[in-house]
């Protein structure tokens, strides 16, 4: 083919429809419209530029459709080519993506940071961190504190990426009906705790950074992080840096699948680069925040039971009290004088 048609062929074919056809699946919930991610048991690809590039977020393979199908079927380009040709008019099993966000300029990712409120208890980013989510009052206002946390819109909160300079150049949105990263900005390192800490504790999400920090308590020499779901070469460098401090235990604190156990594999690494400890810790459910909200929910039902126990105990004393108090009959079986009443003690 000439070049002229190999580029139409590559504006006519979508990646996302050679990872169909290979037998992938859409992660929706972990999805973005900028980012999206397909599923092949362990292995993961990610879907960007509107469907016409494509990486592997565990190696350094990427490249746009010819380049995927080489990838997945280990062939050479024109077989490539012939396996695209013939996806040509291929329709996707998703529908398109719709974003709840509002149209607005984007502005400088500075400007639109400092333009944003700080969560307040009344806020609707509040309720969806200590309710929706189970994250303790206490870590939220250490976040305000530290500058990492903004309301965003329709009930979303922002958690800031920041460099070594604490300047925020992006940051992660999570909401009830809405997950993504901010447009324009750059995926860093989340930062939650003292910045000279000897102890890092590598998240794949904000929420569970803050997840982590409630479920461990608090600790002076914990700083908790989050890559935002990705590892991009920015990330890997932020992470070498402060695996290079003298002293440092490396702790992979990444999700409870093949995914997190790739990351982890990744910081130990890391860690080994840097002759610093490393340590795996792994959630006993999908990921921390799933922990923490099992806690949370085992907490209330032994709230619940020892109220009803309460309860029960003291409906126990009051039935007790009327059969002792009860009314004297006299010997017609009548209520002596004081019938209908009920002593006390």
């Given at each position: 083919?000439?070049?002229?048609?190999?580029?139409?062929?590559?504006?006519?074919?979508?990646?996302?429809?050679?990872?169909?056809?290979?037998?992938?699946?859409?992660?929706?919930?972990?999805?973005?419209?900028?980012?999206?991610?397909?599923?092949?048991?362990?292995?993961?690809?990610?879907?960007?530029?509107?469907?016409?590039?494509?990486?592997?977020?565990?190696?350094?393979?990427?490249?746009?459709?010819?380049?995927?199908?080489?990838?997945?079927?280990?062939?050479?380009?024109?077989?490539?080519?012939?396996?695209?040709?013939?996806?040509?008019?291929?329709?996707?099993?998703?529908?398109?993506?719709?974003?709840?966000?509002?149209?607005?300029?984007i502005e400088g990712?500075?400007?639109?940071?400092?333009?944003?409120?700080?969560?307040?208890?009344?806020?609707?980013?509040?309720?969806?961190?200590?309710?929706?989510?189970?994250?303790?009052?206490?870590?939220?206002?250490?976040?305000?504190?530290?500058?990492?946390?903004?309301?965003?819109?329709?009930?979303?909160?922002?958690?800031?990426?920041?460099?070594?300079?604490?300047?925020?150049i992006g940051w992660?949105?999570?909401?009830?009906?809405?997950?993504?990263?901010?447009?324009?900005?750059?995926?860093?390192?989340?930062?939650?705790?003292?910045?000279?800490?000897?102890?890092?504790?590598?998240?794949?999400?904000?929420?569970?950074?803050?997840?982590?920090?409630?479920?461990?308590?608090?600790?002076?020499?914990?700083?908790?992080?989050?890559?935002?779901?990705?590892?991009?070469?920015?990330?890997?460098?932020?992470?070498?840096?402060?695996?290079a401090r003298p002293?440092?235990?490396?702790?992979?604190?990444?999700?409870?699948?093949?995914?997190?156990?790739?990351?982890?594999?990744?910081?130990?690494?890391?860690?080994?680069?840097?002759?610093?400890?490393?340590?795996?810790?792994?959630?006993?459910?999908?990921?921390?925040?799933?922990?923490?909200?099992?806690?949370?929910?085992?907490?209330?039902?032994?709230?619940?039971?020892?109220?009803?126990?309460?309860?029960?105990?003291?409906?126990?004393?009051?039935?007790?009290?009327?059969?002792?108090?009860?009314?004297?009959?006299?010997?017609?079986?009548?209520?002596?004088?004081?019938?209908?009443?009920?002593?006390?003690?």
């Amino acid at each position: 083919m000439k070049r002229e048609e190999l580029e139409a062929l590559r504006a006519k074919v979508s990646c996302e429809a050679v990872l169909e056809r290979a037998g992938y699946q859409i992660d929706l919930k972990e999805s973005t419209r900028r980012a999206v991610k397909y599923r092949r048991g362990s292995h993961i690809i990610i879907v960007t530029h509107a469907g016409r590039g494509w990486f592997d977020p565990l190696s350094d393979e990427k490249g746009d459709v010819f380049g995927l199908a080489m990838f997945l079927d280990r062939i050479h380009f024109p077989s490539a080519v012939e396996a695209v040709a013939s996806l040509i008019g291929f329709q996707l099993s998703r529908s398109e993506w719709t974003s709840p966000r509002y149209s607005a300029p984007i502005e400088g990712i500075a400007e639109r940071w400092q333009s944003r409120h700080s969560p307040s208890p009344r806020s609707s980013a509040w309720r969806y961190l200590c309710h929706a989510r189970s994250i303790p009052t206490a870590i939220v206002r250490q976040a305000i504190r530290e500058g990492v946390l903004k309301e965003g819109p329709l009930g979303s909160m922002w958690a800031a990426h920041v460099d070594s300079n604490d300047r925020v150049i992006g940051w992660e949105e999570r909401g009830p009906d809405w997950r993504g990263f901010s447009s324009g900005g750059s995926k860093l390192l989340f930062r939650l705790g003292p910045a000279d800490a000897c102890r890092l504790c590598v998240t794949e999400a904000a929420i569970d950074a803050m997840s982590l920090a409630a479920l461990e308590g608090p600790r002076e020499q914990t700083l908790y992080l989050s890559t935002g779901g990705g590892w991009s070469p920015a990330t890997d460098a932020a992470l070498v840096e402060l695996a290079a401090r003298p002293g440092l235990t490396l702790v992979a604190a990444t999700d409870g699948n093949s995914q997190g156990d790739a990351y982890a594999d990744r910081l130990r690494v890391v860690a080994e680069q840097a002759d610093c400890d490393w340590q795996r810790l792994r959630p006993p459910a999908d990921d921390w925040n799933a922990v923490l909200q099992n806690r949370a929910k085992e907490h209330r039902e032994r709230e619940m039971e020892q109220k009803s126990k309460a309860c029960r105990v003291r409906v126990g004393r009051v039935k007790g009290g009327f059969a002792r108090h009860a009314p004297a009959l006299d010997p017609a079986g009548h209520e002596d004088g004081l019938a209908g009443m009920v002593t006390k003690d």
